[in-house]
């Protein structure tokens, strides 16, 4: 056993690639070597996506399902498992971040805060309130417009926060005066979901916006740095990490969202730089008369 | 005629007076673990004493709650002042109202602009309004009453002009040191703003209701219960906030509405 372990440690580790397996292993990452972990674990809710429903009956499916349904139980050891690895596997400066959200079970909000317990000999730096529009709606109570993402440092003080690298414009933001324009783009984001008709759509039925996963990258890692997500899905976090000059691993148990994800990475999409000229794309809900003249202002959102 | 009554002293104490099932809804503002001065309390009290102190309250708020009343309580992640490291009180007042009974019914995200900016870290700019209920099924909603602009103009399958659900991301402006300077509030140093209040009362009571702000500081809750027709009780431990809350009940409450 030994003589394999240190063999395996002559071999020299592979990056830039995607495995088809469980990440509750990661044995082909050595110890301290990944910058930042970043990921959008399933959420155990059992909900089939992409349905059409007519009557209470689904008429069409469309997605690619994956096992969304283990007992409270095994999910919760599932995700002690791989975030154990993830912290094995993080470099002493590096950190974690976890998207995650409410759930609602019969009727009742249960708050994602278990996720603390799994993270106990790290630093919670941040809690990032994620605010799109769009959603169900409801009418028994306020309709969900958010998800968390938990942010988790290894050591207190020496971590990645490359700040200046993600300032967002100031409320006042004017580009005639460049100075002091360019603020800290706070706790609280406002970035929209990923639509039927982006480029970056693909058959996932959870696909995180690469918007979002980019602010991440890019504050929380440096050029040629590692990222590694556990729970890959259909590869955002892989095909971002690359066009931003990083390397990634990434690990899930779907055959098909890997092929997806690999073909995703060989796509040249030239990433959309994001403009500026509205600054309405960083801030969200605003006041109801604010909003409604800014609605007023613009034609078909 | 429409009541606002506040007294001065500890309200775990006050709040034994009240009637069980008397109150349709309590709404607060409790005092962080933040070393902030609140006049007399030394608010850095070791986090078990917080932990204390709200459920305690929570315990006696369940009680004067009538079967369909909500609790509101606003509350965020703070910095802890040794380690900088997040401590998400949101998620431990949580845990209290679950083992006094409450149901969860939203965890209202309160996003606002302009506070202090950070470096080492993302800047705070959300506090949580956790919306407790007592009976899951059977709570005072009143969406009607606060239904926000849509965002489609143009959408044929419902209509449009009725507005549509205000979601559970909210913005609210903070109430900063310029406004507390035309209202005379300086001697206050957290303030939640009177829409957000307005917002709260409206969904969760009729007119004619009682509510309750075991801890109301400079009085928004009665101003606004006031100016909507609700009667209001309030609790306050300092009581140099006397002067200002009678001032601003007479004053503000008699003013055109607050939003």
Redesign the interface.
Not at chain 1, 283 to 288: E, G, L, P
């Given at each position: 056993m030994l003589f394999m372990k240190n063999l395996k440690k002559m071999e020299k580790m592979e990056v830039n690639k995607l495995y088809c397996k469980s990440s509750e292993d990661m044995s082909e990452i050595d110890d301290e070597s990944i910058s930042l972990v970043v990921t959008s674990p399933p959420y155990n809710i059992n909900i089939k996506y992409g349905n059409k429903h007519k009557n209470g009956k689904v008429i069409s499916t469309k997605g690619i399902k994956y096992q969304d349904n283990l007992s409270e139980e095994e999910y919760k050891k599932l995700l002690k498992k791989v975030f154990q690895e993830c912290q094995r596997v993080l470099k002493k400066n590096g950190s974690i971040w976890v998207n995650i959200k409410?759930r609602c079970k019969?009727?009742?909000?249960?708050?994602p805060?278990w996720i603390?317990d799994l993270f106990k000999d790290m630093?919670?730096?941040?809690?990032?309130?994620w605010?799109f529009?769009w959603g169900g709606?409801?009418?028994?109570?306020?309709?969900?417009?958010?998800e968390y993402i938990f942010?988790f440092t290894k050591d207190?003080n020496e971590y990645i926060?490359n700040?200046d690298d993600i300032k967002i414009p100031a409320?006042n933001y004017r580009p005639d005066r460049f100075k002091s324009q360019w603020?800290?783009?706070?706790?609280?984001w406002y970035i929209q979901l990923v639509s039927g008709n982006y480029p970056e759509r693909t058959s996932h039925p959870a696909q995180y916006p690469e918007e979002l996963i980019e602010r991440i990258i890019k504050v929380a890692s440096n050029e040629n740095d590692i990222v590694l997500d556990p729970f890959i899905g259909s590869g955002t976090t892989a095909r971002v990490a690359k066009d931003l000059k990083r390397q990634f691993i990434g690990y899930d148990t779907n055959k098909e969202y890997i092929n997806m994800a690999d073909k995703r990475l060989k796509l040249s999409i030239q990433r959309k730089k994001h403009e500026t000229k509205d600054t309405r794309q960083y801030?969200?809900?605003?006041?109801?008369k604010t909003?409604?003249d800014f609605?007023k202002n613009k034609k078909?959102? | 005629m429409v009541e606002a009554k506040y007294e001065f002293g500890d309200c775990l104490e006050l709040m034994k007076s009240l009637k069980t099932n008397s109150i349709k809804m309590a709404v607060t503002s409790p005092p962080y673990n933040l070393n902030k001065s609140y006049g007399l309390y030394a608010d850095d009290v070791h986090l078990d004493e917080w932990k204390k102190l709200i459920d305690k309250s929570m315990k006696e708020v369940h009680r004067v709650l009538t079967k369909d009343g909500s609790f509101f309580l606003n509350v965020s992640p703070v910095p802890d002042k040794k380690t900088k490291e997040i401590i998400p009180l949101d998620s431990i007042a949580w845990q209290l109202g679950k083992k006094n009974g409450f149901f969860l019914r939203n965890k209202i995200v309160w996003h606002f602009n302009n506070m202090q900016n950070c470096v080492q870290r993302l800047s705070g700019r959300w506090e949580a309004v956790l919306w407790f209920v007592k009976d899951i099924n059977d709570y005072v909603f009143n969406l009607k009453e606060i239904k926000i602009p849509c965002i489609t103009k143009k959408d044929k399958r419902f209509n449009v002009n009725a507005g549509r659900n205000p979601t559970d991301v909210w913005y609210f402006d903070r109430v900063n040191n310029m406004t507390k300077k035309k209202l005379g509030l300086e001697d206050h140093p957290c303030i939640y703003p009177g829409p957000m209040i307005e917002r709260i009362i409206k969904m969760s009571t009729n007119k004619g209701d009682w509510i309750l702000d075991p801890f109301v500081g400079s009085g928004t809750t009665l101003v606004v219960a006031k100016n909507l027709g609700r009667n209001s009780i309030g609790y306050e431990l300092d009581k140099k906030f006397e002067e200002l809350i009678k001032t601003r009940l007479t004053k503000e409450a008699t003013q055109t509405k607050l939003n």
């Open positions: 409410n019969d009727g009742i909000i249960i708050p805060f603390l630093y919670l730096k941040n809690i990032i309130i605010n529009d709606s409801t009418n028994k109570r306020f309709a969900p417009r958010y942010w207190k926060f700040l409320l603020k800290n783009p706070t706790d609280a801030y969200f809900s605003m006041d109801n909003l409604s609605i078909g959102r | -």
